[in-house]
Nanobody
């Protein structure tokens, strides 16, 4: 499975962006999908995840209420709607896929993702 993330960019604090991640080469609907991010000088951290059918979602506390993860299995794409962006949201955002038929939770993923995308940069100016 190849994952291609795109849709990052430069936005002012308080603004919105919607990065996307397109998958190819596999059965997209077999994978739970997630977004991670890595800010300057920071370790990669979990942002959000969605189950393979979209029935369950989970968010990091830092983005809950501001970000929404969604997917379109017909388009093999997962999205991350980011609203009310803050300077601390600035990071490279990575999508990840893990084959799973379980709901997502705070323990997602239970082990390393099966696939990673290459990342898309989100810059938030204050």
């Amino acid at each position: 499975v190849q994952l291609q993330a795109f849709g990052g960019g430069l936005v002012q604090a308080g603004g919105s962006l919607r990065p996307s991640c397109a998958a190819s080469g596999g059965t997209f609907s077999s994978y739970a999908m997630g977004w991670f991010r890595q800010g300057p000088g920071k370790e990669r951290e979990f942002v959000a995840a969605i189950s393979r059918n979209g029935g369950s979602r989970y968010y990091a506390d830092s983005v809950k209420g501001r970000f929404t993860i969604s997917r379109d299995n017909a388009k093999n794409t997962v999205y991350l709607q980011m609203n009310s962006l803050k300077p601390e949201d600035m990071a490279v955002y990575y999508c990840a896929a893990k084959i799973s038929n379980r709901a997502v939770s705070s323990k997602w993923p239970s082990s390393a993702p099966d696939y990673w995308g290459q990342g898309t940069l989100v810059t938030v100016s204050s």
